[in-house]
């Protein structure tokens, strides 16, 4: 009897395929019955696979949404959400919206998930280290769109206004998550009323009594580690 051949290491390539097929499986069932009401052993099963393989390519639901959270920034940075030469109210305006519109079809299962944005363990929160990447990135979007703006900033200003942004962009998410009103039509009335806001506020941080306002801000960031 012929000995049996080797079995051969699993590609690049084919590990790439396979993770993405786990984390499509996982979304589809998000999307259709809850992040609460979905296991791991449900996500293995519509993937294919045995439950200690997908535990190989993710070891919880957690790492599942982590992986989902970066594909949205993936999404987010492989197309331009905004014109460069468009107004500071119109570039807003388009990255906030783009964001919104990354999320639309995953607010059910997203509002599960900020139940607990509280908990000081909990690795898919905002502020938590394995997400430390996600802020960065997010801040950085937003910094490329006020970038001539910023130029004419003072310093602290210019270096507040990307984590400035980013936070409203928070807010605007949250909202978003929990709005029951046709087409979440408040929220993007809420985004056109908050830019329209932030813009004088961003002209006016370039008088002479704003610069000490705008240090003291980014000192209380800085020491409370969000900047």
């Given at each position: 009897?012929?000995?049996?051949?080797?079995?051969?290491?699993?590609?690049?390539?084919?590990?790439?395929?396979?993770?993405?097929?786990?984390?499509?499986?996982?979304?589809?069932?998000?999307?259709?019955?809850?992040?609460?009401?979905?296991?791991?052993?449900?996500?293995?099963?519509?993937?294919?696979?045995?439950?200690?393989?997908?535990?190989?390519?993710?070891?919880?639901?957690?790492?599942l949404v982590l992986a989902y959270y970066h594909e949205v920034q993936r999404a987010y940075e492989a197309e331009p959400a905004f014109d460069a030469t468009?107004?500071?109210?119109?570039?807003?305006?388009?990255?906030?919206?783009?964001?919104?519109?990354?999320?639309?079809?995953?607010?059910?299962?997203?509002?599960?998930?900020?139940?607990?944005?509280?908990?000081?363990?909990?690795?898919v929160m905002v502020f938590a280290p394995e997400t430390a990447d996600l802020r960065q990135r997010s801040i950085a979007s937003f910094a490329a769109c006020?970038?001539?703006?910023?130029?004419?900033?003072?310093?602290?200003?210019?270096?507040?206004?990307?984590?400035?942004?980013?936070?409203?962009?928070?807010?605007?998410?949250?909202?978003?998550?929990?709005?029951?009103?046709?087409?979440?039509?408040?929220?993007?009335?809420?985004?056109?009323?908050?830019?329209?806001?932030?813009?004088?506020?961003?002209?006016?941080?370039?008088?002479?009594?704003?610069?000490?306002?705008?240090?003291?801000?980014?000192?209380?960031?800085?020491?409370?580690?969000?900047?």
């Amino acid at each position: 009897m012929p000995p049996k051949a080797a079995k051969k290491p699993e590609t690049a390539q084919k590990r790439d395929r396979t993770r993405a097929q786990v984390l499509e499986a996982a979304l589809g069932l998000f999307r259709k019955r809850g992040f609460d009401d979905t296991s791991m052993r449900d996500i293995a099963v519509e993937a294919g696979l045995s439950l200690g393989a997908a535990y190989y390519y993710f070891p919880s639901k957690q790492s599942l949404v982590l992986a989902y959270y970066h594909e949205v920034q993936r999404a987010y940075e492989a197309e331009p959400a905004f014109d460069a030469t468009a107004s500071l109210e119109e570039r807003l305006r388009a990255v906030l919206n783009r964001r919104l519109d990354l999320l639309r079809r995953d607010r059910p299962f997203l509002g599960a998930l900020v139940r607990d944005v509280g908990s000081p363990d909990n690795p898919v929160m905002v502020f938590a280290p394995e997400t430390a990447d996600l802020r960065q990135r997010s801040i950085a979007s937003f910094a490329a769109c006020v970038a001539p703006e910023m130029a004419a900033l003072p310093d602290a200003a210019a270096r507040l206004l990307p984590t400035a942004l980013w936070a409203l962009h928070l807010v605007t998410l949250l909202y978003y998550i929990h709005d029951r009103s046709r087409g979440q039509a408040r929220t993007r009335q809420l985004v056109d009323d908050a830019v329209a806001l932030v813009v004088p506020a961003i002209m006016l941080a370039n008088t002479p009594l704003a610069g000490p306002l705008f240090a003291s801000v980014e000192q209380t960031l800085v020491r409370a580690g969000l900047m």
